[in-house]
């Protein structure tokens, strides 16, 4: 069994900051790209940033230039840091990993996990 754990959320004023984790834990023989999602209220779910393993990023259009995603691949862990936070960035914030479990081959397994709950106020 593979689990995600989020951290790193809460109530922040428009312009500052907030850097989430993300750890994966469990049975664990690879992790492919992880990333963070989000859902606004009243909204669907849409991508923040997703990274390779080898560390190749990719951002949704609105956060480029204002978030950073990175990995430690030692740690099973990837970050997520927030800067020039708006009140639109409101949102539970998902972590998502696509993971190899021991025993599986190669088989990929798509991971989620619980969100965390980031509020920025005006």
């Known amino acids: 069994q593979v689990q995600l754990v989020e951290s790193g959320g809460g109530l922040v004023q428009a312009g500052g900051s907030l850097r989430l984790s993300c750890a994966a834990s469990?049975?664990?023989?690879?992790?492919?790209?992880m990333g963070w999602y989000r859902q606004p209220p009243g909204k669907e779910r849409e991508l923040v940033a997703t990274?390779?393993?080898?560390?190749?990023?990719n951002y949704a259009d609105s956060m480029k230039g204002r978030f950073a995603l990175s990995r430690d691949n030692a740690k099973n862990t990837v970050y997520l840091q927030m800067n020039s936070l708006k009140p639109e960035d409101t949102a539970v914030y998902y972590c998502?990993?696509?993971?190899?479990?021991?025993?599986?081959?190669?088989?990929?397994?798509?991971?989620w996990g619980q969100g965390t709950q980031v509020t920025v106020s005006s």
């Open positions: 998502n990993a696509f993971v190899v479990p021991n025993g599986f081959g190669n088989a990929e397994f798509n991971y």
């Open positions: 990274i390779t393993s080898g560390g190749s990023t």
């Open positions: 469990g049975s664990i023989f690879r992790i492919n790209n």
